[in-house]
T-cell receptor, first 114, second 114 residues
Framework: AAGVIQSPRHLIKEKRETATLKCYPIPRHDTVYWYQQGPGQDPQFLISFYEKMQSDKGSIPDRFSAQQFSDYHSELNMSSLELGDSALYFC?????????????FGPGTRLLVL | AQSVTQLGSHVSVSEGALVLLRCNYSSSVPPYLFWYVQYPNQGLQLLLKYTSAATLVKGINGFEAEFKKSETSFHLTKPSAHMSDAAEYFCAVSKGQGAQKLVFGQGTRLTINP
């Protein structure tokens, strides 16, 4: 079965640089969530989209922005990167119909800011 | 607001022994509850979920959990531990219907002793 695809899987950036993380949800899933997991920490919700509209917002820095496109893939744009942004970034997808309320996670993008 | 507390950041059991990972939740509305497992350097995999149907939920890999409203608990159990169960386990809660973010517990690292 198709899973959530995230790219890149690993990313190394310098401070103050920008990064773009991509997420391709499971086919026919209309909802995308982004989470940030710092070293040794639990995942923290950043932002979500339903049918290409922002549906909820968590502890996402103003330096970050995200959107969901017409094909339902999503991108997380991160600017002015800081050392503290080093983390594992997960995307999860879900559908409002079918198996409700189950979020399926991608493998994550590991971002290292030097 | 919703929250989850996982009792015990580290649990160690012998192979073949009972596994019990504790999770207590707080929610202002009837919650949906989830257990996810994370293997090293991998994403989050859904073990099982409670969505207001049967209170005893069976999941993959022989795990099950029981929703107890009176105790606000959703503990994860497995009768006989296997070496392959060694991983990080996260309990999570959401508000349920609609596109709702997951709020995770701090995680419990399960170690299996031979």
């Amino acid at each position: 079965a198709a899973g959530v695809i995230q790219s890149p899987r690993h990313l190394i950036k310098e401070k103050r640089e920008t990064a773009t993380l991509k997420c391709y949800p499971i086919p026919r899933h209309d909802t995308v969530y982004w989470y940030q997991q710092g070293p040794g920490q639990d995942p923290q919700f950043l932002i979500s989209f339903y049918e290409k509209m922002q549906s909820d917002k968590g502890s996402i820095p103003d330096r970050f922005s995200a959107q969901q496109f017409s094909d339902y893939h999503s991108e997380l744009n991160m600017s002015s990167l800081e050392l503290g942004d080093s983390a594992l970034y997960f995307c999860a997808s879900a559908t409002q119909g079918g198996v409700r309320e189950t979020q399926y996670f991608g493998p994550g993008t590991r971002l290292l800011v030097l | 607001a919703q929250s989850v507390t996982q009792l015990g950041s580290h649990v160690s059991v012998s192979e073949g022994a009972l596994v019990l990972l504790r999770c207590n939740y707080s929610s202002s509305v009837p919650p949906y509850l989830f257990w996810y497992v994370q293997y090293p350097n991998q994403g989050l995999q859904l073990l099982l979920k409670y969505t207001s149907a049967a209170t005893l939920v069976k999941g993959i890999n022989g795990f099950e959990a029981e929703f107890k409203k009176s105790e606000t608990s959703f503990h994860l159990t497995k009768p006989s531990a296997h070496m392959s169960d060694a991983a990080e386990y996260f309990c999570a809660v959401s508000k349920g219907q609609g596109a709702q973010k997951l709020v995770f517990g701090q995680g419990t690292r399960l170690t299996i002793n031979p």
